[in-house]
Each structure stands twice: as structure tokens, then as C-alpha cells.
């Protein structure tokens, strides 16, 4: 079974960078699109990116565009979001999530196997 373990998460200040990392073992990630996910307390949770399995296709929230770049490695098993100018909306607990559909969204109903989470903390 996919297991999926989230790092890099942290405390930030206004304008920083931090790159997660989302790690699969258990199965090969090259045959799930994956997707990154955040939740703030008393909120629903919001996509935030998508890859899909080849990497050829990716997905981005408009609150996010040009800030965050997602992208895959599937010899190592990981996918990154790495996240520039961060501001203090950007604070929640990111997840990472995969699927087996060829093509991605930013649908959490998609996603079939979830990390636990890491939390991004943006704040001076």
C-alpha cells in the first residue's frame, strides 16, 4: 500500500521560501498523480497544486500561481512544492495526496491515499 510522509514544513517570515517534500514508499510513485493540499482549523480544504503521473501536466490555485512550483522526481519517489514570497494566508497544514487517474485536480474527493501533514507557519 502507498504510504505518503510530508516534510519541510516550518515558520516563515512574510516573503520567504520553504520547499515541501512529499515522500511515497510501499509503492511506486510514478503511477499516481499527486497533489498538494492545505486546512486551516474551521475551514474546508483548499487544493493548492496538482502533478500529474508523467509530470507533463500540472495544476496550480489561482492564490498560488506564481508563487508555488510543483514538480516530481520519481526516481526518488518525492514530490516538491516549493513556495516563494509566502505570506501569512499561506499558514496551514499542507498535505500531499495521490491518485491513480492519469491526469490531476484539485479535487480532494480524487485522492485515495493521504499523508499526515506538515504544518507552514507564516508569520514575523
Known amino acids: 500500500q502507498l504510504q505518503l510522509v510530508e516534510s519541510g514544513g516550518g515558520l516563515v517570515q512574510p516573503g520567504g521560501s520553504l520547499r515541501l517534500s512529499c515522500a511515497a514508499s510501499?509503492?511506486?510513485?510514478?503511477?499516481?498523480?499527486i497533489g498538494w493540499f492545505r486546512q486551516v482549523p474551521g475551514k474546508e480544504r483548499e487544493g493548492v497544486s496538482c502533478?500529474?503521473?508523467?509530470?507533463?501536466?500540472?495544476d496550480y490555485a489561482d492564490s498560488v500561481k506564481g508563487r508555488f512550483t510543483i514538480s516530481r522526481n520519481n526516481a526518488e519517489n518525492t514530490v516538491y512544492l516549493q513556495m516563494n514570497s509566502l505570506k501569512p494566508e499561506d499558514t496551514a497544514v499542507y498535505s500531499c495526496?495521490?491518485?491513480?487517474?492519469?491526469?490531476?485536480?484539485?479535487?480532494?474527493?480524487?485522492?485515495?491515499?493521504w499523508g499526515q501533514g506538515t504544518q507552514v507557519t507564516v508569520s514575523s
Open positions: 502533478i500529474s503521473r508523467s509530470g507533463g501536466s500540472t
Open positions: 510501499g509503492l511506486a510513485l510514478d503511477y499516481y498523480s
Open positions: 495526496a495521490a491518485t491513480r487517474q492519469w491526469s490531476c485536480g484539485l479535487n480532494s474527493r480524487a485522492y485515495d491515499y
